[in-house]
């Protein structure tokens, strides 16, 4: 079974600019998360989405947005990017929203110049 | 504040030496505690999981775990460590906000040398 997809791997863009960054959960999976992961730190919450609804938000700027789709795939996107948005962005996904366990993707690595 | 303390940012042991590696939490309520494990160039892992019950823990890779509640501790521990588990290793908890916030700590990088 395919755990959860991350893409792209990689991004380099450039201050100002617009990101979307896309995950796929694993199948039967419902609830997706999103986390920064910033060089030499763990890994920040962003946001939780659960049946295509936002359960909770994390301590990030309204530049941050997210959406899941019917099918359970999410997108992160980031609008007016910062050089200290540079970071790998994780998703995570679980059965439901009250689930413990939480599996996470390889991520994507955003770098702003 | 809601937050977890790592004391170790980095830790470097022979094989066959005793690990463990310290995690301290923060937070007034009731927490479900992890740690997780990203070896070299793979994805942030699951190593083990405290609900409820019994404090301490048994993981994956003969790693375990003890919870001491008065000392808001969940610290990791392996009695003899192998090449293979050189890696990062991240101590979170999840409070009861309703939702899935887990709280990270900063992570300790393990080497170990043959």
């Known amino acids: 079974d395919a755990g959860v997809t991350q893409s792209p791997t990689h991004l380099i863009k450039t201050r100002g600019q617009h990101v979307t960054l896309r995950c796929s959960p694993i199948s039967g999976h419902k609830s997706v998360s999103w986390y920064q992961q910033v060089l030499g730190q763990g890994p920040q919450f962003i946001f939780q989405?659960?049946?295509?609804?936002?359960?909770g938000r994390g301590n990030f700027p309204d530049r941050f947005s997210a959406r899941q789709f019917p099918n359970y795939s999410s997108e992160l996107n980031v609008n007016a990017l910062l050089l200290g948005d540079s970071a790998l962005y994780l998703c995570a996904s679980s059965l439901t929203s009250g689930s413990y366990e939480q599996f996470f993707g390889p991520g994507t690595r955003l770098t702003v110049l | 504040a809601q937050s977890v303390s790592q004391h170790n940012h980095h830790v470097i042991l022979s094989e066959a030496a005793s690990l463990e590696l310290g995690c301290n939490y923060s937070y007034g309520g009731t927490v479900n505690l992890f740690w997780y494990v990203q070896y070299p160039g793979q994805h942030l892992q699951l190593l083990l999981k405290y609900f409820s019950g019994d404090p301490l823990v048994k993981g994956i890779k003969g790693f375990e775990a003890e919870f001491i509640k008065s000392k808001f501790s969940f610290n990791l521990r392996k009695p003899s460590v192998q090449w293979s588990d050189t890696a990062e290793y991240f101590c979170a908890f999840l409070g009861n906000t309703g939702f899935q916030k887990l709280v990270f700590g900063t992570g300790t990088r393990l080497l170990v040398s043959p």
């Open positions: 989405y659960y049946e295509k609804e936002e359960r």
